[in-house]
């Protein structure tokens, strides 16, 4: 059984021991809806700040993972949608004046303000500001400082550490919109998140945690936060190359990572979600489209079937709009290397993207670009824009995309005649070259070069186990070819279609429809 078949098979398990947390949980507030805020905090809130307080010195994670899973959202969600949490000098005296509760609070504060509100330039700086504190408390320590955060928490920090970096930069390339005071700012501090201090971040992260070494007499080493940070720092680390657009470093970030079973980061929902999108991006602009088929389908098959994703899990937002992207991407995919699918997925894409598949496989420049447009991430650039020497009507903030969208559709030109060469040539087992050129409309040294491009494109590396960065060449052709003379010699290879597997699929289903609805009636 390969990684992705496994990963399947695997998907309902992994997402249940984090979603079960939210299942009809309610958070008792009565008694304090009314009760009189004092220095604009509210008796609930208060009651919220010294729990907090509480669990994190106490190192108690199980509470821990109450608070900030359930209790915080909801809050947020409650009193503070439109407006800011109190700010952490207002809080200070409930969280004891203890530094480290003050860094995780301001972690909360300014990751609200960027989901619910707009920063201002001075949250952007702030916010860096104690990212830099909050992690040298934790790489400096001669010892495993005494945190037990929720891996939840772990990977959010993660994620919203990379978003804000990725924030901050598409901001910088906004250059019409900023103020004398804005511009002064960024030149004033160049470094404020900065590339390399944030990979330099992430790395130390890795390092520190020992997750690559063989050491286990080191404190470290044996961390669970550690290990928990270092691993998901890796994750964070692919995203960032893949920002950057360098694909290959993002899969070697990969290499060490386990996604099979029981690991960790298919535990935590939305960082297994998260290393699946990034891994399959940089599979299709890479060219490898067999392993980026299989990456798409395992990471979709897993969503729709964790149900319970779609209303009780508090990022289901950001988690249906990844689950749409994919589901473009996957389109690209099959528009650019025709595969068979899982049947549910295949009936999905192809209602919703049956028009602009076809239209993608005639050539259609401006379906790929709408697709990848809205499928990609927001890529960045890491140099700041000369503002002394501005080019007029020039759009900074799309530059990065412009580059990226560039390198893919040059791939894209290339293989624009591929699918209809691949349909006319499945018609036939011989054939003449110059009977292809006339039906195509081209000349026959024209068609001898098409063929060989079709031959080179249908070619890739395919992962079959190990590294994800590895793998073995193959055909992602459905025949073969080759050419005698002025004929062509075609093979169709016909799929064996396995029975066993087909029937062991739909006694699976069944098995579940049965067990939904047996525990509905009782």
Not at 245 to 266: C, E, F, K, N, V
Not at 299 to 328: D, H, P, V
Not at 465 to 471: E, I, K, R
Request: charged fraction near 20%.
């Amino acid at each position: 059984m390969s990684r992705f078949d496994s990963e399947i098979e695997h998907a309902q398990l992994a997402a249940n021991s984090e979603i079960t947390t939210f299942t009809n949980q309610s958070y008792d507030i009565s008694g304090f809806e009314h009760s009189p805020a004092v220095d604009g905090i509210s008796p609930i809130i208060e009651q919220f700040l010294v729990s907090f307080y509480q669990c994190v010195k106490s190192a108690d994670a199980t509470q821990l993972k109450e608070l900030y899973d359930i209790r915080f959202y909801f809050l947020t969600e409650k009193f503070f949608a439109r407006e800011p949490w109190p700010s952490a000098e207002n809080v200070a005296p409930y969280l004891e004046e203890d530094p480290v509760c003050l860094m995780l609070y301001k972690e909360l504060y300014y990751r609200h303000i960027y989901s619910k509100l707009q920063p201002t330039a001075a949250n952007r700086f702030e916010s860096w500001a104690n990212y830099v504190k909050l992690f040298n408390y934790i790489l400096d320590s001669s010892n495993p400082v005494p945190l037990q955060l929720p891996n939840t928490w772990i990977w959010d920090t993660i994620d919203e550490f990379i978003y804000q970096f990725q924030s901050f930069h598409q901001y910088r390339t906004k250059v019409t919109s900023k103020s004398q005071d804005e511009v002064a700012l960024l030149l004033e501090y160049p470094n404020v998140w900065s590339v390399t201090d944030v990979i330099g971040y992430l790395e130390r992260f890795i390092s520190k945690s020992k997750v690559l070494s063989e050491d286990h007499n080191d404190p470290f080493k044996s961390s669970l936060f550690y290990a928990t940070l270092g691993y998901f720092s890796m994750v964070g680390l692919a995203r960032v190359h893949t920002l950057l657009g360098d694909y290959y470093q993002a899969l070697h970030m990969i290499d060490p990572i386990d996604l099979g079973r029981g690991s960790i980061l298919t535990r935590t929902v939305a960082c297994h979600i998260t290393i699946f999108y990034y891994l399959g991006f940089c599979y299709l602009m890479t060219r490898r489209y067999v392993d980026a088929v299989k990456t798409f389908q395992t990471i979709l098959i897993f969503i729709s079937r964790a149900k319970t994703l779609q209303n009780r899990f508090y990022q289901s937002e950001q988690i249906l709009k990844k689950n749409e992207q994919m589901c473009a991407l996957l389109a690209i995919c099959l528009a650019l290397c025709p595969q068979t699918v899982e049947e549910s997925l295949h009936i999905y894409i192809k209602e919703k993207y049956s028009d602009k598949i076809q239209r993608m496989q005639h050539g259609d420049r401006d379906t790929f670009i709408e697709l990848f447009g809205y499928s990609c991430p927001k890529f960045i650039t890491p140099t700041i824009p000369d503002f002394k020497n501005l080019i007029p009507n020039h759009d900074y903030n799309q530059e990065a995309l412009r580059l990226q969208l560039k390198v893919f559709l040059e791939d894209v030109v290339q293989q624009a005649h591929l699918p209809s060469l691949r349909s006319l040539l499945k018609l036939y087992t011989t054939i003449e070259i110059s009977k292809v050129a006339k039906f195509m409309d081209l000349e026959e040294s024209e068609l001898r070069s098409l063929l060989l491009c079709l031959k080179h494109k249908a070619h890739n590396l395919v992962c079959e186990g190990g590294p994800v960065s590895s793998g073995t060449v193959r055909s992602s052709l459905d025949m073969e070819f080759w050419i005698e003379g002025d004929v062509i010699h075609v093979k169709n290879e016909k799929s064996q279609e396995n029975h066993v597997d087909v029937y062991l699929h739909h006694i699976k289903s069944l098995n579940g429809i049965y067990s939904t609805l047996s525990h509905r009636w009782t």
